[in-house]
């Protein structure tokens, strides 16, 4: 992730220039009749380089940016999900298929599916249907160890996916890309790995069951595994550099293993990249929570399964969490005054909300409680949305800082008193989490799995 | 390995717009100051394209085409190896490196050697300065399996490296890249890996010392052994697409597997890959004999050696074994008719040399005897330079034939009585291959390397 500007920095007349060389490169494919991937990947490139140049040019009215390396919006309230609903073509979490998850389950919804943090989904309804007639599925999630320290928003996906983890007694395979951050950051292969390793601590310390979990490190499986690095390679003929171009914008100077890296993190979206718990069996549904920006990734294993002979992995979506300074762009490690981490203490906690957390509460004591303050815009309100489980406390919190009965300093305290609790004891699990424990985790192995 | 015309199927005018655009790209790298490394592979292309372009306009006069698929020239003596030295900027195998060798090793030299079969090399003074030095190397050679036949064509690198491994007591690692003929082919993962196999036999059949020799699928072997593939994503990082398209042709519309794939080529060429036999020692140096079109490889590999911190790997380069119509293009195993293969019966071996080997002879016998035979483009006479060891019963035959005191039938005849035994001894030393050989063969294990 990073800033607004995107890490491709590219300014409105080298935007035009590239979309005018994109339009020529559509019709001379349309002209020479090329194959319809290739054409159909250069006519994505080209909308999206479109909604590039709009956006630049257009300002503040531009749409938000979201892919796996940027997430930017100029509005305070964060990201339009119902536009990005409309613009990655997938559905919306709407009451219906919450009430069904209630009714499959068993379960009262988790929060973050009560709340609309995980907004948007693609085959939710496919999975349940499967499970009621006794067909189990699998959940996978993975994440980018770019450095030794998670913050709090790393957490969303996998405080859901232990939820759906409990609710459904399903197995989770957990990805760790390692490979990918040393194929992107200036970091060593060792340091990588570590990073991977003691993510993978926090990973565990979330609470998943060991014996429906298999944690693993890219570096270390692709060298384990021969199923996997067989579907790593099916995915890897079955996608061409123009596709990868048009979903992740590619370019000729990139290297050759970004480039075929994508293909990487779709081979766990198929069942027999895992014989240890599947055996050989190819059809077992896959079913993929994470934050919307990895939908890219998922768009395009979409595309491929079928012509490979797979199911296609299902997905439920979340939003960003809010980075303290603002629900402009997303918590990002890199930005140590931007996040909360999950090694932060009480005090820095402390600090780190009263200095830095954007507030919607009005200039003075006065005005607020005169005019009331914005939870909509106001970063520890939505914090607490994240993580207060109490459905009516947050609506009064709600309604009594709007009406401007709670003030600032009141409101940073209750995120303050949640957050210090929560990171204790998510340090106190951690700290319980041997290597010999981190070990068993992170092998190939049986897990509890009914077929 | 595919006809004259290349499998990219262009024309001049398709060619010449091409070799435009390329040049207009040059300058605008050179323009944007853009790294050393995508301005030289934008260079390279940009020659390759001239190169081709001559050869399309000139005809005749224009350039051998060779590279990993295309081999072929319109001179029937053919490929013009002293102009392919210069234009890869290798070195020529001369009579001081044959000499050196002898010294060395304490051996004559092989008939490939005395006779410039293995013509051209990189760093081989390098390896034997070493080995002098009490320090060793390790040989690795490799195969596409591309179906489960092999003609006598591809036993050249491995005969040449059988007698490497023995006169200096070497390991010796084979890969078998079934990934890149799945990437390549119209065939199945399960397809490739067991022509993988089935080639596997007919190597071993070649008489490699199982004590000193393993031979791996990349299938199975990248999901056996970690190092290796880290090596290939350290290999993989530092390659960009600029470069790949450059020394290989890639285009935007090539699967990212073959994208990434030259990366799985590189990573033998590195001791670390091997951790059963070398530990985790980096600083072994490889030397890799083959045939010149495999070359593009290890030149990329060369660059970044040194860029991820290991030795270069040293090369010996062989000329092609001709087809039977004649040198202008190699033995092909997808053409029957173009090859001998080594699953051939006697009367198979012999009908197809009576029917198909290229004469150099002249048409009646009269003609012949008055003005003599052309042994520079009589296959026969080519087949006796790679298989018959007595140099002076060679130099015998050559002067016979060019006299005219040796007829073609008769020529014809003395290879066929060479060929006949050699395969038919092959064929009986593959029937002794059993499964459990090929196991030993092609498990991860330490082998006899002293340290």
Same mark, same amino acid.
């Given at each position: 992730m990073t800033d607004c500007q995107?890490?491709? $920095?590219?300014? *409105?007349?080298?935007?035009?220039?590239?979309?005018?060389?994109? $339009?020529?490169?559509?019709?001379?494919?349309?002209?020479?009749?090329?194959?319809?991937?290739?054409?159909? =990947?250069?006519?994505? &490139?080209? &909308?999206?380089?479109?909604?590039?140049?709009?956006?630049?040019?257009?300002?503040?009215?531009?749409?938000d940016t979201v892919d796996p390396w940027n997430v930017c919006t100029s509005n305070a309230k964060g990201v339009d999900y119902d536009k990005l609903i409309v613009r990655f073509g997938s559905n919306k979490v709407d009451k219906d298929l919450v009430d069904r998850i209630e009714k499959v389950s068993g379960q009262k919804p988790h929060r973050f599916l009560r709340r609309g943090i995980f907004f948007s989904h693609r085959d939710m309804h496919q999975v349940l249907d499967s499970y009621e007639k006794q067909k189990p599925f699998y959940l996978y999630t993975g994440r980018g160890p770019s450095s030794d320290s998670m913050h709090v928003g790393h957490l969303i996906p996998f405080i859901f996916t232990k939820w759906l983890q409990d609710v459904f007694d399903i197995p989770l395979v957990v990805q760790l890309t390692d490979d990918e951050k040393y194929l992107w950051k200036d970091l060593t292969v060792e340091q990588c790995h570590s990073f991977a390793v003691e993510n993978a601590r926090d990973i565990i310390a979330c609470g998943f069951d060991v014996n429906k979990t298999f944690i693993f490190s890219d570096l270390d499986y692709m060298g384990a595994c021969p199923d996997f690095y067989r579907n790593v390679v099916k995915v890897q003929k079955h996608v061409t550099f123009n596709q990868v171009k048009g979903i992740f914008g590619f370019t000729d100077s990139d290297c050759i293993g970004k480039i075929s890296f994508p293909a990487i993190?779709?081979?766990?979206?198929? #069942?027999?990249?895992?014989?240890?718990?599947? $055996?050989?069996?190819?059809?077992?549904?896959?079913?993929?929570?994470?934050?919307?920006?990895?939908?890219?990734?998922?768009?395009?294993?979409?595309?491929?399964? *079928?012509?490979?002979?797979?199911?296609?992995?299902?997905?439920?979506?979340?939003?960003?969490? *809010?980075? &303290?300074? $603002?629900?402009?762009?997303?918590?990002? =490690?890199?930005?140590?005054?931007? #996040?909360?981490?999950?090694?932060? #203490?009480?005090?820095?906690?402390?600090?780190?909300?009263?200095?830095?957390?954007? #507030?919607?509460?009005?200039?003075?004591?006065?005005e607020h409680r005169k005019y009331g303050g914005n939870a909509d815009v106001d970063v520890s309100f939505m914090y607490l949305t994240f993580f207060l489980e109490d459905d009516e406390q947050l609506e009064k919190i709600r309604q009594d800082y709007t009406s401007g009965a709670l003030l600032t300093g009141e409101l940073k305290k209750l995120l303050i008193e949640t957050l210090q609790p929560m990171i204790a004891q998510h340090q106190e699990r951690r700290k319980q989490v041997t290597d010999e424990i981190v070990k068993q985790f992170m092998t190939p192995r049986p897990l509890n799995f009914k077929h």
């Open positions: 995107g890490d491709r $920095g590219n300014g *409105p007349m080298e935007l035009y220039e590239k979309l005018t060389q994109q $339009g020529d490169k559509v019709r001379a494919l349309k002209t020479d009749k090329a194959e319809k991937a290739d054409v159909d =990947a250069a006519v994505q &490139l080209l &909308l999206k380089l479109k909604v590039d140049y709009k956006q630049i040019t257009d300002g503040a009215d531009g749409e993190q779709a081979a766990p979206s198929f #069942s027999n990249s895992f014989p240890h718990i599947f $055996g050989s069996r190819k059809d077992i549904q896959c079913l993929i929570p994470c934050a919307i920006d990895q939908d890219p990734y998922f768009r395009m294993t979409r595309d491929v399964a *079928p012509r490979i002979g797979y199911p296609k992995p299902a997905l439920l979506h979340s939003t960003f969490f *809010p980075a &303290l300074q $603002g629900a402009q762009t997303k918590m990002s =490690a890199s930005d140590a005054n931007s #996040s909360i981490f999950l090694t932060d #203490s009480p005090k820095q906690i402390k600090n780190k909300v009263n200095k830095h957390a954007f #507030s919607g509460g009005k200039d003075t004591v006065e």
